[in-house]
C-alpha cells in the first residue's frame, strides 16, 4: 500500500509541475502576443488557439496536485479536528463522490478521445490540431485524479494517518 501511495504521490506532484510550467508558458505566449499585436502590428493565428489547449491540459493536471496538498475547496464548520471518526467518515465521503466523478469521467473521457483518434478528427480553427490531443487532457488528468484519491483514502484510514505525513501541508 506504501509504494501506491507514494507513486500516486510522485504522479501528482509530476503532474503538478507539468501544470505549473504550461501556466508559465501561457502567459509567456500571451505576452508574446500582445507585443506582436500591440507594438509590431503584426498579430500571430496560433497563441489563443495554443493558450487554450494549454490550459484545458494545465487545469485537468493540476487537479491531482490540488488534492494532495489539501489545496481543494474544504469547509470545516462541523468537524474540524483531525483524525475524529467524523472527519474520516465526511472525507471519505468526500474523497469517493471525487473517485465516482472520475472514473465516470475517465470511462467517457477514454471513449471520446478513442473515437477522436479512430475517426482522425481535428480542431474547427486554422491550425486543424487533432482533437485527440486535447480529448486526452479528460482521461489523463482524471486518472490521475482518480490515483490521488485513492492514495488519500488509504492515507486516510491507515493506523498513523492522524498526523500529517511528511511534505504534506493540511491534515
Known sequence: MDGFVRIADWLSELTGRIAAWIFFAIGFIITYEVVMRYVFVAPTIWVDEMARIGQIWAAY??????????????????????????????????????????FVTVYYGFELWLRATLRGHTTDTYLALPRWFTDASIWVGFGVLALQVVAELIRLWRPASNETAPGRTGP
Open 61 to 102: 493536471l493540476a487537479a491531482a496536485f490540488t488534492l494532495k496538498h489539501r489545496e481543494m475547496v474544504v469547509i470545516d464548520i462541523a468537524f474540524k479536528t483531525p483524525g475524529t471518526l467524523g472527519r474520516r467518515l465526511t472525507e471519505t465521503f468526500s474523497l469517493c463522490v471525487i473517485g465516482l466523478f472520475c
